[in-house]
């Protein structure tokens, strides 16, 4: 597809420079128009090669920290992050650098949240728990594991629309005009593939994402 789409842009390029000024324009929507069905198929290129889950002891902590100073310093500069920790949290079985991106998308995700409440008393809190008795693999034919090692990303923004709520986790599904509708697509792929679950509430005034991964080192099957 995008070999064919550089000849389309290419040959815009070059009728636009020959062009009357009043049909120039049109040449200039071939090429604009090219360009973005380049960029839709790098997302899903990039959706549809995703490296399979390296799986080790993580410190689920020490992840987040990373994620908050990077949010920081970026995309939530200017918006206060608390955090809640449980100290006696266990190490995840998990990939630390697919848990870093899946944790920067919903931390982006939050961020963007708050800014449309249109003032300065946007909010972030990371917050994580034991959950005894969480198990994830409810599917059909799926294996039932463990997974009580929560995550939640809360938000004080105005709330997922409902007419996004039974899709929000879909390719190119975004609560923005301009998002590009991958970021949960990619956090729901990474905790698949960690065995754990991920899921949201949401009202307005407050959402909350939560993640369940499993243990390191603890493989239970549920009774």
């Given amino acids: 597809i995008k070999n064919p789409l550089a000849g389309i842009r290419g040959a815009a390029q070059l ?3 020959g062009l009357k000024d009043e049909d120039a324009p049109l040449a200039q929507l071939i090429i604009e128009e090219s360009d973005r069905i ?13 490296e399979p889950a390296a799986l080790a002891p993580v410190n ?21 992050v608390r955090e809640i920790y449980d100290p006696s949290l266990p190490l995840a079985l998990a990939d630390e650098d697919q848990l870093m991106q899946l944790f920067l998308n919903l931390m982006r995700n939050a961020a963007e949240a708050t800014r449309r409440r249109g003032d300065s008393q946007g ?3 990371l917050a994580t728990a034991y959950r005894h008795g969480a198990w994830d693999g409810w599917g059909a034919g799926a294996p ?44 729901a792929r990474v905790v698949a593939a960690h065995g754990g679950r991920l899921d949201f509430e949401s009202t307005p005034g407050r959402t909350v994402f939560r993640v369940l991964l499993p243990i390191a080192g603890q493989q239970i099957e549920a009774t």
């Fill in 38 to 50: 380049r960029r839709l198929v790098d997302r899903m290129q990039a959706l549809a090669e995703a």
């Fill in 123 to 125: 909010e972030i809190v």
């Fill in 15 to 17: 009728l636009r420079d």
């Fill in 144 to 187: 039932a594991q463990a997974a009580p090692l929560e995550v939640r990303v809360t938000d004080n923004g105005p709330g997922v629309a409902d007419s996004v709520r039974g899709r929000l986790f879909e390719p190119f599904v975004s609560t923005r005009e301009s998002g590009g509708g991958l970021g949960l697509a990619v956090a």
């Fill in 60 to 80: 689920l902590h020490r992840v987040l920290e990373r994620v908050r100073a990077l949010a920081a310093n970026g995309f939530a500069d200017g918006i206060v």
